[in-house]
């Protein structure tokens, strides 16, 4: 039997833009092999998703070759001290500036627009355990950091402790109950 994908509804939108920018949309879809609509489809989701929350962040980018760099000398106590500071302080303040309050809801959207910068990111809910995928594709001390950053942030936030599958060299797994 198959399974048909529900489909989201959609509308019809018209925008005024610059000749230059919709040549330029056009080419980039062209070079992507898909529609001028599907591009400018990616271009608003990452955007809804990611892009308006990292620049009210103020968050700035980083190449993979970056974070290899600044996370392949550094000890493996200083990135756990780090991360743990951060979640603490750093996290908790962009759950508040974001929603204004935290509980269970808002830590998990916290989560998923973090998660959604990375490489591949899944979250699955069984009805009674949150199951997360990180793939960064970074490095092992990068994934120590994401484990200690999250361990801090759920348990401090929302009093869960979470449950560490997988934490590799590329990608970290982690779950914790509802």
Not at 80 to 104: P, S, V, Y
Request: proline share 3%; charged share 25%.
């Amino acid at each position: 039997m198959l399974t048909q994908k529900l489909r989201e509804r959609t509308d019809t939108v018209s925008f005024r833009i610059g000749s230059g920018i919709r040549l330029s949309l056009e080419e980039e879809a062209k070079k992507n092999g898909v529609s001028l609509n599907t591009l400018v489809s990616q271009i608003f989701t990452y955007h809804t998703g990611w892009g308006r929350y990292a620049r009210r962040l103020k968050l700035i980018p980083l190449s993979k070759d970056q974070l290899r760099e600044l996370y392949g000398f550094m000890p493996r106590e200083k990135i756990q001290e780090m991360a743990k500071r951060l979640a603490e302080t750093m996290g908790r303040e962009h759950i508040l500036f974001l929603f204004q309050r935290i509980d269970l809801p808002c830590v998990m959207e916290f989560i998923e627009i973090w998660g959604n910068h990375f490489d591949a990111y899944e979250h699955r809910f069984n009805g009674k355990t949150h199951f997360y995928t990180f793939h960064h594709d970074v490095n092992l001390n990068f994934s120590h950091f994401i484990k200690e950053y999250m361990t801090s942030l759920i348990q401090t936030t929302i009093s869960r402790i979470p449950r560490f599958e997988n934490v590799g060299p590329n990608s970290v797994t982690f779950s914790f109950e509802d």
